[in-house]
């Protein structure tokens, strides 16, 4: 069982905005930055938003990312097809003194 | 940009050793922390652990008794060896270079645990 947890799936409309949400304690998202990965089936995860909010170089600013206390959100907006992928939210665990992944969200595209 | 290739067997019998070695395009290698992060199929991401150039590593404590990670410099490659393998471990196998987050992937390598 994650200990950062995910909604399993989300879903919208093209145009539409989404928000996908992770949730967490004090000793992983309550003191620590959250990453926003996005993974299309068959294919490796990307980086989409690094220290809760920032995006790389490249990233379309329909995505953005927010945290407040032990939670994170990750929004997209003007979802577009090419979004339909799972996401995955990402911090660091105090206890295991390591990264800890959130259990990831199925984003379809109606 | 830095590329991230895996390599190594895609089966391996089960209570063997399963060894990837990560290459990294360039002499980055000496700056940045190196991970090797799995996901069995239909599955999410599980952190293995993590190396930096001079040798310090972490490990996931669920599996730190069967992992060890080592790198060399001189060849721009880092390594993985997961020992007394049981299906459970077969999944795709990442390698990432990380920073403050995991900004760069290798596409990834499927392992089988099967005899």
């Known amino acids: 069982q994650p200990v950062v947890t995910q909604p399993p799936s989300a879903s919208g409309t093209p145009g539409q905005r989404v928000t996908i949400s992770c949730s967490g304690t004090?000793?992983?998202?309550?003191?620590?930055?959250v990453d926003w990965y996005q993974q299309v089936p068959g294919t490796a995860p990307k980086l989409l938003i690094y220290?809760?909010?920032q995006r790389p170089s490249g990233v379309p600013d329909r995505f953005s990312g927010s945290k407040s206390g032990t939670s994170a959100s990750l929004a997209i907006s003007g979802l577009q097809s090419e979004d339909e992928a799972v996401y995955y939210c990402?911090?660091?665990?105090?206890?295991?003194?390591?990264?800890?992944f959130g259990g990831g969200t199925k984003l379809t595209v109606l | 940009q830095v590329l991230l290739q895996e390599s190594g067997p895609g089966l391996v019998k089960p209570s063997g050793t399963l060894s990837l070695t990560c290459s990294v395009s360039?002499?980055?290698?000496?700056?940045?922390?190196w991970s090797w992060i799995r996901q069995p199929p239909g599955k999410g991401l599980e952190w293995i652990g993590c190396?930096?150039?001079?040798?310090?590593?972490k490990y996931n404590p669920s599996l730190k008794s069967r992992v060890t990670i080592s790198v060399d410099t001189s060849k721009n490659q880092f390594s993985l060896r997961l020992t007394s393998v049981t299906a459970a471990d077969t999944a795709v196998y990442y390698c990432?270079?990380?920073?403050?987050?995991?900004?760069?992937w290798g596409l990834g390598t499927m392992v089988t645990v099967s005899s």
């Open positions: 190396i930096y150039y001079s040798g310090i590593t």
């Open positions: 004090s000793s992983n998202i309550g003191s620590r930055h």
């Open positions: 220290g809760n909010s």
């Open positions: 360039d002499d980055s290698i000496r700056n940045y922390y």
């Open positions: 990432a270079r990380r920073e403050e987050s995991f900004d760069i």
């Open positions: 990402a911090t660091w665990e105090n206890s295991l003194n390591g990264p800890v």
